[in-house]
């Protein structure tokens, strides 16, 4: 006959085995149970940090490409664009005797170190842009970043492409073009490079003026949205040009049989040594002299440093031309903030002067920055935000010192102040409620003066919003592009029109959100 288990093994049979979670006490740190189990060499939660998706940003500016990965703090690659980047394999004409000399006839200053001019259909030059050789050198860039720095798998692909708002049209297709066939992405984002900058810089509203290659632009963002864009052609190129003249006239004055300098030797010195003075009246210094080695000169060149600043001043601020004959398009760069600032409305005006931001390559010129400021705040100072600059022979106009109501009789005295002059009682509730109000807002703005802050750059805010999942306003899709170009399929999807209009489903609530977007367009945003 079996025995009968006891009561106390009965207890052990239907005790359940203990878990590792309950071992520990309920207040001790460990994994939610709701993670998946960690592999042999992961981490826990390791999966939970995988993107299903490349996130791929790419800026291309007139002299160089960046690109990289959302999330990181810089680009992985950065293009400068040069001669040898668009040379063939077996093409050795550089080393023919007398080929600079011939590249110097044949092209414009520095046209072989870029990759497009703002000037698409050859208005103020000899010939067109070819569109076709721009379209080829992108090709080449974008594959060999992704060759050779991306190394990119075969997940999806999301592209965010930061381009200026003033870029051409055509120049935009022929990006959009290139990455869409290179990169095989579904989807490109277009993002305007002064509102990422404006991001990168930790605020919502300022003026943003980009120093570039071809010209000067001063845009003013709001909110991130651009409400005032300005330009001037005097930038990087302008700047260049007046190196290569004061270097060249020191090269003719103390070597007499030498050739002319190159785009690369100039573009050196330019980086090196050149500077920007400030602002104030020049204060007697001893001369320095800075020797310069050149390849193309036996001798170096003896350069008083001083006269370093002087292609700043002649190709940024224009210090030796008169005011009259400056166009609108040639201003220097204090008077394009300036006009700026002053075309803005009052209440964005005070935001965006305490907040200009100066970006680009030619921005990083020792002294530049704080030069550009102290001009424009001089400015300010001297004639304020009055558009008229000289009344004539009108009086000169002082400023109203308001001291309070002055009465008709000055020798009439009132004992009773008149109602409505009197001061208002304060209200102790409602003045603790403002200041609790206060503190959890924070500070106010900073406004009213002119100031200039840093940014991280264009790219890097791009990285920042990409990365927070933010979609741009401008999402260009695959197939509807290569289909119907920037027009984006408005004619192949448009309808008859009705007098009655179709019932849609509500854009801003409910579950069917999605449903009464109609997808079967874009629109350009500020590049249309």
Known sequence: MAQTPSADRKVSVARTRPSASTNQPSDSLRTPVTRSISGLYGSPGSSFRIEDENQIIFEFGSRYMRAGFAGEPGPRCTTQFNPDLWRRVGDYRQWEPGYEKKIQRKVTWGEEYELW?????????????????VEDRI?????????NYLLLDNRTKKVALVVPSSLPRPLVSVVLGRLFEGLQAPTVSLLPSAVMATAAAGVRSALVVDIGWHETT??????????????????GKKLSQAFSKLLEGENQRQNEDTDHLSFEEVEEVMTRVGWCQDAQDPVEVPVYITSIPLPSSPNPLEVPFMSLARPAEEALFASWTPPQKLDDEDQPLHHLIYKSLLALPI?????????????????????????????????????????????????ARTKQKVDGPTPLNPTLKREDPVAGLVPQEVDQIAHTLSQQTLKDVGPPAVGGHVRGINTLGAWAGASLIVNQKVRGVVEIERERFLQHGLVGGASAGKKEQSVVPEPRSRQSLGPNVKAGVDRSS????VWS
């Open 347 to 395: 209440d964005i005006r005070q935001i965006c002067m305490a907040r200009i931001l100066l970006t680009g390559g030619v921005s990083n010129l020792p002294g530049l920055k704080r030069r550009v400021l102290s001009e424009v705040s001089n400015l300010v100072e001297s004639r304020g935000f009055d558009p008229v600059h000289n009344y004539g022979s009108v009086a």
């Open 117 to 133: 001019r703002p000037d698409v259909q050859g208005l103020y030059s000899d010939t067109p842009l070819d569109q076709g050789l």
């Open 218 to 235: 001063a845009t003013a963002v709001y909110e991130y949205r651009e409400v005032l864009q300005q330009s001037t052609i005097r930038a």
């Open 139 to 147: 090709g080449k860039c974008v594959r060999d970043c992704e060759n």
């Open 522 to 525: 874009w629109t350009l945003g």
